[in-house]
Nanobody, 129 residues
Framework: EKLLVESGGCLVQPGGSLTLACTASGFTFDDYAIGWFRQVPGKEREGVSCISGSDGSIYYDESASGRFTISRDKDKNMAWLQMNSLKPEDATVCVC??????????????????????WGKGRQVNVAS
């Protein structure tokens, strides 16, 4: 079975930092695009950050830009989202996703969840005192 498993977190004080990890099981990322999505009850999934499979392009949404950093390691078959200067409004479920096919680039307009073929179950992020 091909799975994505999120780990890390899940509670941090406002202004603090937290890193989420995404690990592939049963497959390798290869040159797939990897994305982190925000899942808020009652809303559609929204891309926080994505990284391409090969050309190095990266997307951050407005809320993440300047505070978050996405990265990947092909040897470890993992990806991360480092989050700094966290705010209470950042509290959400973060979901890792992979395209499931070679993705040379990511669009600068967003992560486009419809491109993703594999999804994790999500990791709760809480930002509170």
């Amino acid at each position: 079975e091909k799975l994505l498993v999120e780990s890390g977190g899940c509670l941090v004080q406002p202004g603090g930092s937290l890193t989420l990890a995404c690990t592939a099981s049963g497959f390798t990322f290869d040159d797939y695009a990897i994305g982190w999505f925000r899942q808020v009850p009652g809303k559609e999934r929204e891309g926080v950050s994505c990284i391409s499979g090969s050309d190095g392009s990266i997307y951050y949404d407005e809320s993440a830009s300047g505070r978050f950093t996405i990265s990947r390691d092909k040897d470890k078959n993992m990806a991360w989202l480092q989050m700094n200067s966290l705010k209470p409004e950042d509290a959400t479920v973060c979901v890792c996703a992979a395209s499931g096919y070679p993705a040379t680039y990511v669009y600068q307009s967003g992560c486009h969840y419809e491109r993703m073929g594999y999804w994790g179950k999500g990791r709760q992020v809480n930002v509170a005192s």
